[in-house]
Each structure stands twice: as C-alpha cells, then as structure tokens.
C-alpha cells in the first residue's frame, strides 16, 4: 500500500506542481498517498514543515525559512517557480498617482514608497535588487497582507510593488495601477520558489523524498507541457487547476487569472544555486539572518541537479 | 374642589414636576431603524458615487455574496468547522479558566502565585505567537482550538475570581456556621454564588474567542468564516469580506443572546 | 406656605398602590405618616416633593413659599443620600451652587447650618468617617441649607441604631422648637410618631388610603417621659396597625 | 481555672475553632518565584535539550537581545512610536467611548439606537478590517491611531454604560429633589459616581490597546514594538519575538498598576 | 450545656476591640448583649460560635450537647444569610445535608421547623419573595432544624421595621416557652433586651469591657405590658448607655 505523506499547498497557479500530480495519479504512481494542507500564508506552511506536521511544502525563500534552517529544521530540496526570458513573470508596478507624477519605469521610484509585506521577504529582495542595479534608494513599507498592499496601492498610499502577473495584470486592467517592468530585467534566473522540507526527511527518508520529487517533476511537465510551451491540452489544464484555485469563482471568470498566472516552473525540480546564494547572501548583507549560516545549511543538493553554480 | 381653598387666592398651584429621567425607557425598533437608515445611507453613497467602491461594498452586493454563500452550500462548508472550533476552543479555555479561577479565588498561594502570571499573559496579543502555534500544537484542529482556547482562558480567570471575591461573605460564613464542609461550601455557596459574575465574564470571553477565530484560521484552515474574510482581504474583496464580518457579528449578537437566556434560566433567584 | 392633597390614587403598572388620599399639612407642624410596609408611604411622599406624578388627584401647594426659601419642598433621606466623593462641606454646598450662591455667602450658611446641627468639627470629614447619626445630620444640615418651607422626612431615623435614634429625635425637637419648621414626617415606628407629630396620619395595608387621623395637642417639649395620654394615643395606634403587620407577614411578594 | 468549672469534670472543652478561609492572604514573594521557577525551568529545559530550540527560546537569550536592544538604542526607537500609537489611540478611543457610554447611559433614544450597533460592533475582528483601515485611514499613523482606537472603544462604551446604570438612583433622586439643573447632576452625580466602574473598564480596553498595537503595526510601521513583533515572527526569530513579547507584557502590568494609582487617588472616597 | 467566656481580649491589627471578657451563659437562659456601635458584640458572638479565634482568653463549652444535637452552637444572622438561590425548604435542607440527613428524615424534621415558624405554606418560595420577617423566620427555622444546643442571635430583629419586630419577639417567647432553648443575644434595643433577656450584659464603648450584668427574674410571658420594675430596669440600662452614644457620636471613624 501507499506511504501516506501531507503537502503544503496555498492556493496559488505557482503550486500547481504539486495539484497536477496528484490528480494524474503521478504522487499514488511513486507510491505516496498525498494529503494536501492548505495555508492562507506561507511562513506557518513552513513552520508546520519544522514541526512535522506537514512533509513536503513549495514556498518561496525567506528569511523564516533561512531562520529553520539555520535551527537544523528544514531544507530546501529542489526549485519550483523561476523567472525565465520570454515567459510572463513577476511585474513591478507604480501607483496611478505615481504613474501620473511620473513614474514610467521601475527607476524612477527613487525615494519612493515601495510595498513589502514584511522585512525579508521576497518583495523586499525584489526592491531592492531592483534599487541596487539602478542605483536608487527605495523606503521600504511593510503591510503584512497583499489585501493590505492592494488597498493602499489602489488608493496611491504606496507608489511601487512587485508582483506575480496574476495579481498585476487584473490590477493594471482596471485602471488602478500601471505595470513598469519585468522583475526578470533585474534578477533573469530569479529562483522564486522552492521545495523543502523536513531536515530529518531530507535525512533519513531518502526513498520518500526521492519519491515525492519524481511524482512532483511529472506535475511540473505536464503543467508545462498544457501552459507555457503549449504542447497539451490548456483547457484541460486550467479545468484541472480551478479544482483548487479560485474554486469560489465561475470557471470562466478564474480561467484568465490562472492562465495570467503562467510562469515556469523548473523542470525536473531542478535548483538555481546561484539565484540562492545571491537570496541568502542578501539577507546576510540586510541582517536579516545569522551571517554565519552556509548555502549547505539551507540546502539539501543531492536530490536534483543543480545549475547555476 | 373645596371651599376651603378660597382663602389662598391665586396663591394655589400645583407641586412642580421635577422627578423622572435617568432611567432607560427600551425603545426596541430604535436598534433595528439605526441598522436600516446606516444600510440605506451606504447603499445610497455607493450608487451615487460619494462614497468610493474601495472605501465600503455595496451594501445589496454583500446580500448578494451572503445569497451566493447560501445557494452554494459553501456557507455550512465555512460555518461547520468554524462553529466547531469555537465551541471546542471556547470550552476547553472557559472551563480552564473558571476552574484556575476558582482556584485563584480560593486559595491564598494560588492567587499569589498564578495572579501576576496571569496579568503578565493578558497583554500578550495571540496572533505574535501564531508561529509558536504551529511547533506547540500542530497545524490540525489542535492549533485553532488552542488558540481560542488560550484566548478565552486569561479573561475568563479573570471575570471568575473576581466573581469569586464577590461572593457574599456573610453566606460563607453562614455555611461555616452549620459546620459544613469546606467541599459543602464551595459546591453550594461560593459555586452558585459566583455563577453571575462568571457569566458576565464569558459574555466578554466568547467576543473574544469570535474575533480570535480569524486569527486561529490563519493557521491552515482550508473553511472557516476566519479562512473566508483573509482570503478575501488578501484579494481586496470587499463584499465577501463584509459578508464574513456580518456573520461573525451575528455569531457575536447570537452568543450574547444565549448567554442572557442561560442567564434568565440559572439565575431566576435575582432579585 | 401650606401642602393640600386632593384625591391621589396611584397605580404602578397593575398594581394599585394609594386610592383615593386626601390630606392637609398646614404650615408649622410636623405631619406624621405612618402604615404597614408597602402601603405607599414613600410613594406619597414622592408625589409631594414633586418627584413623581401620581396617577390621579394633585398636590397643591396653598400660599407662597417665604422669601428666601431656595427649594420649597425638601427630602431628607432615610438612606442619608450623601455623595460620598464630597465632604459635609461640599455635600451642602452642592444644593447652593445651583442657585449661584458661592464663596463668602456660602461659606456662611454652611458654617450656620452645621452649628445648628452640631457638626462644626467635621465640615471637611467624607461621609465614610461618619457615624450613621453624623450622615443623618448632615443631611438635615443639607435640607436646612437651602430653608425649606416644607421638610419630607422618609424614615430619616429607621437606619440608626437606638440610641442614637433617640439623640437625633432630641435634636429635631430642638431644632424645631427654635423655629418651626413644617415636615411630613414618614415612619413606621409609632414611638417615633407619637413623639414628633402633632398629626398622625395612620394609612391601611396596599392599596393605601387614610384609616384614621390622630391629633396630638401636647407640645413637642412635654412629651419626653411617656404620659398616660400619650401611651394611651400609642396603644391606639398599635391596635390599628397590629393586624395589617400580621396579614402582610403571611404574604408572598409580587413573583 | 475558677473552681466553678469543676461540677463539669471532663465535660469541658474549648469550642472547636471553624471560620477563617476564603478571604485571600497577601504572599508577594510567590507572585515572583512562579516567574523565577518557571523561567529556571526552561532554561534548564533548553539547555539540556528536551526544550527544543523550536519550541521555545532560551530565557538568557531573550536577555541577551534584550541588552542588545538597549545597548543599540533600538528599544527606545521601537519603544517611542509604539508608546505615542498606544496613548494617542487609547486616548481616542477611550475618551469617544466614555463619551458614547455616557449618552447611552443618560438618553433612552441613544441607547435603543446605538446599544445593539455596539454589540454588533464588538465580535468584530480587527486584523480583519486591516485592508480597509489602509483605505480609510491611509498608511501613516492615522490608521494606527484609529485601529487602536476602534478597540479600546467597544469595551470603553459597554463599561462606561454600565458604570452609568450603576450610578446610585438615590443620588440622583437627591439632586432632583433639591431642584439641581440636569447638567449639574450630570456632572455632579453621574459622573463621579461612574468613575469607579469607568476605571475598572479602562483595565481592560487598556489591555486589548496593547494587544491591537501589533495588528495595528501590520499596517506600514517601520519602527514600534509591534512591528518589532511581527518581523520577529516572521522571519522565526524566537529570541526577539520572546523579547518583544516580554515589553508588551511589561506594558500591560505597567498601565494595569498606573490606573490602580489613578484608583487609588482619584476614589480614596470608596469605602 | 453552659457556655464560659474566660479573659476574653481582642485586637484587629492595632484597634484594642474586646478587653476582659468573662462571663457564662447558663443552660435554658436568655442573655443578652448590649453596648454602643462598635464595642465588639458581633466580634464576642463570633469566638463564642468558633468563627473566629480572640488573641487572648477562651471559650468553653462546659457539658456534652444533648443527644440529637447537630450542631450545638448555630447562628441566626441579622442579615437572614439565606442563600438566594435556594428555596425555603432548599435553606433548610442545606444545613441537613452535611450530617447525612435527606429523604425522608429531612422533609420530617423541615416540616416540623417550618410548622413552629408558620411557614409551612411557604417551602417553596424564594428568599426574594419573602417579606423581611419571613425571611428572618427561614433562618430561625434553619437553626432550629439542626437543634441546636445554643442559639447565638446577632441583632435578628434589627433589619425588620417595628411592627414586624414586635411579631417576632412575640414569637420567640412562645418558641421559648415551648421548649426553653439557651441563646445569646445580641442587640442594641434595649425594650427588646428587656422583653427577651434573662440576663443583660452591658458593655462599655471599645474596647468593650463589661460594664454591668443585670439579671432579670420576671418570667417572658409576664413581661406583656411593661410593669414598674422592668420600666426602672430599662431606665437604668438606659442610663448607662446614654453618655456612651453620644460620645460616639462626636467621632471620626477610623480614616
Ligand atoms: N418604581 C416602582 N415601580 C413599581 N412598583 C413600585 C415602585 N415603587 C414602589 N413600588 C411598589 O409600590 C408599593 C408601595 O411602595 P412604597 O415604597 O411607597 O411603600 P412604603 O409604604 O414606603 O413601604 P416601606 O415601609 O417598606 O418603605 C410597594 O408595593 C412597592 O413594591
Ligand atoms: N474583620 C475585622 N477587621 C478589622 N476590624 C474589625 C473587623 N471586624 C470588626 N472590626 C472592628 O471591631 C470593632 C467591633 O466590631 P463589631 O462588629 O464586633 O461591633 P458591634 O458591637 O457588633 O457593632 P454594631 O452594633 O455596629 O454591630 C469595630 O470597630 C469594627 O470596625
Ligand atoms: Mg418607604
Ligand atoms: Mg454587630
């Protein structure tokens, strides 16, 4: 019989990985009975990885996670959503007020409002590469919640944001705020999200892990497959992934925020090392976390190949 | 009137009024015309356009939501588990904490030792340890039920050992009296005598286990009202969000309403 | 400045508390109410000082009240009624601002009022470091402030101790022979109305209505060892009263 | 012993002693050895390692980043915004909510109006609003001021209400009979005579003003113990979430002993 | 069973309360405390009933309870005490249910008490339903279920007004007359003193020491219309306590 194990999910396109392979049998075929958790945030999604509560999670790399890892909890086992050349990925955006005083592209937000969530986080590491390559200063606000964000970007309360395209292009849509540039100008193999878990699973379950990553590298192909290189069926695919993505809205209303949402996911679940170490590095140089944490401490290079380095 | 009165004149009036006020009239359809002129003033603003679509939802397209809710059965879906880690949540904390309270209340060493402690952990807002939930008590219901609990159990000490102190001390001493027991005591005369001060702290203690419901869904809850308003905060959907907000507030006016018919019940004995 | 009741009946709610009440108090003597618990006593009372409106009849007041008389009609409290966060000074000054009298004019009238009541020492004591008999008189002391024309007297006395009971009934029969004061004077204890009243108005069981009026002629100095009239008035009262305190006591209370 | 007691032979003892109890003995020191045992204990505990690091920080490294805090000045530059949100917001709040309390208490029209708006009010969870907040009160301090505010104001008015209802009838009975203007007895009666339970009332929206400064700080605070918090928790730094924890929670036994001054000074009237 | 005070003194933190207390409470007698507010009675009633303990001096019960005897030394309050949530047979029964008595044992011996106050018709009300003298008869019924050996009587007719007062002291002498029971019983109306007490101890203003004890041998029943001699002995008493009242009502309380 099948190994039960539990995945952390958000209701994100990004995880769609994981939800395309459970539904195509992928994760029964590699012998893994898959439960999914769901979390409205990703920082307890990776508390409850450190907790064992949950096995395998797909999150994006922040000071949190470092902060588990550097406690001997967790590591990071292979890569999920990157920033590619030619797909859509993650816009930075400027307020209407902004816009309209001026704001054409992401450098002329120097000494601008920029929306974060929180210190640390993946919004904070856009910002601020993106300031460190023009040569600006950005102050950062944190508002915890991308509700919040919205509301006061909406309102030209912050003038600058970044965002994953499908939260960026309805916005810009309606006429509320204007997309002016691409997060991949700045960071071109941007390791946006990755697949950790447990140090101990890493550890010691190695047939389980190994066993997960396959079952998930077959989402991942398929989902590609249907989505960006336009191999498979798409409506399929977007049938497929509104089972758990904006399941309270109709399917034709969800079907162009999935699609918007596209961005690449790694094949093979391969891991952009160097995308890492510049995160890590980052976090370091902002003393966010201990300096003397290792790119080896985070992560767990052994189960799938490695570019970048 | 008599003859008598004619010798005054028009020196004669009557006592002047000077009493009444001060004391509340129930105007009952007041409550309910606030409610409806405040609904209407805001669905007026919407449609005319003073008051923006990002400052408040309409309130028709909120009803509309609430409709959608109850067409799609997913109202339950979000009542269900929400309604079910109150109440567990809310138990488990209330009966803790009317147990340490009257245990506070009791006895000297306790209150000595556990009051400051409990003083020192009122202020502590939940939702910082929201991570500590996690390692503490998992991701499953555990957590959610954990922290309502946590919630409701400082004010609830609280409310008890004050409602403990209050009890008459004349009747104690009554008690010790007729040589009753200590157990005799506390079972018959500090118990009953506490109850309506320990139900007027759970009308607090419940208020606050409702508004820690959100917090507790933060914590991987796929339903549940709390889940419901931070996924449509996070997505700036005003109506949803003021259909999960109406709804709790229901749940608040309702938990209140049961608490005052407990009341009338149990404590009949009020003068 | 004389109180006239004509025809008062009072219902609250259901039930019918005072039927049909009328009655005199003419200025200068001290009208004694007396009756069983709940008969309506402080209810009457109420309508006279103009606190409630009963449900039918009226108080007159015959005459004008006598020039500087700042409030015509003035309780003074069984339960004293005294804001504890004030001290005997500020307690009467608080019935004198109202009527803009402060600073020197005030100070005078308190220092007066407190001399007639004893109470000099303590103008600046709160009332939780006073004796019950020390609150009682400073809320004499209160209603004196503001020279009635007519005192209404709920019980002042019923909340003391005996003893002491017996020293504020010498200083009110002090006070009274000094300078005549006219008062309704509500009790149930028929020692205390058969020593101060020179009318003893005696109200039956709920619904109130007047049962009998006793005149009392004797000076108010002359009846400190009980005389055989006296004792005789009191016995009187006692039988009218005794079976009603019976019956009320074999009843339940509105559920 | 007189001789009389002898006729009584062995029949004579003294009566068995059976008052005394439930009436609390004062022992500070326990209050403070709970705290002492209890943080020994985890540091033991993390020290030898059955308290994981996750579990729980190390009680001398709360200390340390507590030092490190003052050393660095940062305590006072998160200690300063959070202190001047928290009187600012508490102050609003809590003086709209006597305000409100007062009318609801002194006007049966305001009462039947408002009462069941505040009940309907109070089971709202704050954090839930927080998109809204921006869009009202905009990111700045204005939100903070008004998140905070928002919360001490429910607890604020129920309290004031009931201290309102509770003020002796027989005192105002008083100023009417002896002709006082309505104001006068408002101000004279209704209101001294409220303040204790105004008092008491104000603990606790006090307490619920500390714990909101976090909710509060989500909204756009660089600076401020809450903030202080909430980057803590994120980022799984337990050290400085247990530090930041321990000032909220100093805050809270602060404010509960500033207002017991209050008490203390303001009702040495109270018998 | 007799009762012996033997060098009673008492002290609350610095205030001297009591100071040399001796005295005996004979078996089947009436003794009665009186004294000014304050001198110490209720705190003397007290150790005698063992809820508390005097720093000096102690309190002997000289011979056995009689058979049958639950609890030898029972208080009637001046607050009644009745817990409000109880019925008047729930009153009762709680003080029967500690010694094991329930069923049938116990609706025997309610009964019986309830039939000597006359409240037989009344077992089921609650205490708020109850006049003032109802209520004080419940307590007197749920001290005499437990029969006691002594019944110790804090002012229980001082929270009831005059009329009601009177019942009740009639009451109690035929209770007594029934079936003489010893109590202590403090007061501070001295008539009540001199209907019910076969012995008056008069205490001084606190410390309260005893000033005098007078004995009185005129039987209760016969003590109906006051003759000369209980007349002179109430004057004395009288007397005795005059000049402490009024010295007490001269003083702060302590601030
Ligand atoms: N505000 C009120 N609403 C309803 N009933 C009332 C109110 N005030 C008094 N009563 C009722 O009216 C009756 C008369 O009350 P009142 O206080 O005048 O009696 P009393 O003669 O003064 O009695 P006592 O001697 O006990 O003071 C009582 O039955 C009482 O319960
Ligand atoms: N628990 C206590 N702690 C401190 N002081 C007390 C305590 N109980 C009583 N006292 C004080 O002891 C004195 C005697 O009190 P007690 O109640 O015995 O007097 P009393 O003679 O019964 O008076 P009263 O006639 O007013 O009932 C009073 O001054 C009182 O303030
Ligand atoms: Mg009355
Ligand atoms: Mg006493």
Redesign the pocket.
């Known amino acids: 019989s099948n190994r039960a194990i539990k995945v952390g999910a958000l209701r994100f396109t990004s995880h769609s990985g994981s939800f395309v392979a459970f539904e195509r049998g992928y994760f029964a075929d590699a012998g893994l009975d898959v439960e999914f958790e769901f979390f409205q945030a990703a920082q307890p999604m990776a508390v409850a990885i450190a907790s064992g509560d949950v096995d395998y999670a797909v999150t994006a790399i922040s000071g949190g996670l470092v902060s588990l890892a550097d406690k001997g909890a967790i590591k990071v086992i292979g890569g999920a959503l990157s920033e590619e050349d030619g797909i859509d990925g993650q816009k930075f955006l400027a307020s209407m007020a902004a816009f309209e005083a001026g704001v054409k592209e992401p450098k002329d937000l120097d000494g601008k409002r920029f929306a974060v969530t929180q210190s640390g986080s993946s919004f904070h590491y856009m910002g601020s590469k993106m300031a460190a390559a023009e040569g600006i200063e950005l102050q950062f606000i944190p508002l915890q919640k991308v509700g919040a964000i919205i509301g006061a970007i909406k309102s030209g309360q912050v003038d600058g944001w970044s965002i994953v395209p499908h939260i960026a292009k309805p916005l810009a849509g309606s006429g509320a705020v204007h997309i002016i540039g691409n997060v991949s100008d700045y960071l071109p193999d941007y390791q946006v999200t990755t697949v950790f878990t447990s140090t101990e699973n890493a550890a010691n379950e190695r047939g389980m892990t190994e066993s997960f990553l396959a079952g998930f590298s077959k989402g991942v192909d398929d989902y590609a497959a249907a989505m960006i290189d336009g191999t498979a069926d798409q409506d399929a695919m977007v049938d497929l992934i509104h089972k758990y993505v904006y399941t309270d809205r109709p399917r034709e209303r969800a079907a162009p925020s999935i699609i918007n949402g596209t961005m690449r996911l790694n094949k093979g679940a391969a891991l952009n090392v160097a995308s890492v170490q510049d995160q890590l590095s980052w976090f370091q140089s902002e003393n966010l976390v201990d300096a003397d944490i290792t790119i080896e401490q985070l992560i767990d290079p052994s189960y799938v190949e490695i570019i970048g380095a | 009137m008599s003859d008598s009165t004619l010798p005054y004149g028009s020196a004669q009036l009557e006592v002047r009024f000077r009493g009444g006020g001060f004391s509340p009239i129930p105007h009952r359809w007041m409550g309910a015309l606030v409610f409806v002129v405040l609904i209407i003033f805001i669905e007026w603003g919407t449609r005319a356009g003073f008051i923006s679509a990002l400052t408040l939802p309409r309130p028709s397209d909120v009803l509309a939501t609430f409709g959608e809710l109850w067409d799609s059965g997913l109202l339950f879906r979000h009542l269900g588990p929400s309604l079910s880690r109150l109440v567990v949540g809310a138990a488990l904390g209330a009966s803790l904490g009317i147990g340490v309270g009257i245990l506070i209340g009791l006895f000297s060493y306790i209150r000595a030792g556990l009051g400051p402690l409990v003083a020192a952990i009122f202020p502590i807002p939940k939702i910082a340890l929201l991570p500590l939930f996690v390692i503490w008590f998992g991701i499953g219901e555990g957590s959610k039920y954990a922290l309502i609990a946590f919630g409701t159990f400082t004010p609830t000490v609280v409310a008890t050992y004050g409602a403990v102190d209050n009890v008459d001390r004349s009747l104690i001493r009554m008690g010790q009296s007729f040589g009753l027991s200590w157990l005799s005591i506390v079972r018959k005369i500090v118990l009953p005598g506490a109850m309506p001060g320990i139900l007027s702290g759970l009308r607090i203690s419940l208020a606050i286990a409702i508004i820690l419901l959100v917090a507790a869904e933060m914590l991987g809850a796929q339903y549940g009202i709390g889940a419901y308003i931070l996924e449509a905060g996070s997505l700036y959907d005003l109506e949803r969000l003021f259909a999960g907000v109406v709804i709790l507030s229901l749940l608040g006016v309702l938990t209140s309403g049961a608490i005052a018919m407990i009341e009338r019940r149990m404590l009949d004995w009020r003068v | 400045m004389d109180i006239r009741l004509e025809g008062i009946s009072h219902s609250?709610?259901d039930?019918e508390?005072l039927r049909g009440i009328d009655m005199d108090v003419p200025s200068g003597r001290i009208v004694c109410l007396v009756?069983p618990?709940?008969?309506?006593?402080?209810?009457?009372l109420r309508f006279i000082g103009g606190l409630e409106r009963p449900t039918q009849g009226r108080v007159l007041q015959l005459g004008t009240p006598p020039e500087g008389c700042l409030n015509p009609l003035t309780f003074v409290f069984q339960d004293f009624a005294l804001l504890p966060w004030r001290s005997v000074h500020g307690n009467i000054s608080l019935v004198l601002e109202d009527h803009r009298i402060r600073g020197a004019a005030a100070k005078r009238i308190i220092a007066d009022v407190l001399a007639r009541t004893k109470l000099s020492e303590f103008a600046w004591a709160l009332p939780r470091q006073l004796s019950g008999g020390m609150k009682q008189r400073v809320a004499i002391a209160r209603a004196l402030a503001v020279n009635p024309a007519v005192m209404l007297m709920d019980?002042p006395l019923s909340a003391l101790d005996s003893q002491t009971r017996a020293l504020l009934m010498d200083d009110l029969i002090t006070l009274w022979e000094r300078q005549p004061f006219t008062a309704v004077y509500?009790t149930?204890n028929l020692t205390e109305a058969v020593r101060l009243g020179h009318r003893i108005v005696v109200l039956s069981r709920?619904p109130?209505s007047i049962r009998e009026i006793v005149e009392i002629d004797e000076p108010l100095s002359e009846r400190g060892s009980a005389g055989a009239e006296l004792e005789r008035k009191l016995q009187h009262l006692w039988d009218l009263m005794r079976d009603d305190a019976r019956a009320a006591d074999k009843e339940l209370l509105?559920v």
């Open positions: 609250y709610d039930t508390v009756g618990s709940g008969c309506g006593k402080s209810t009457l019980e509500v149930h709920r109130g509105g």
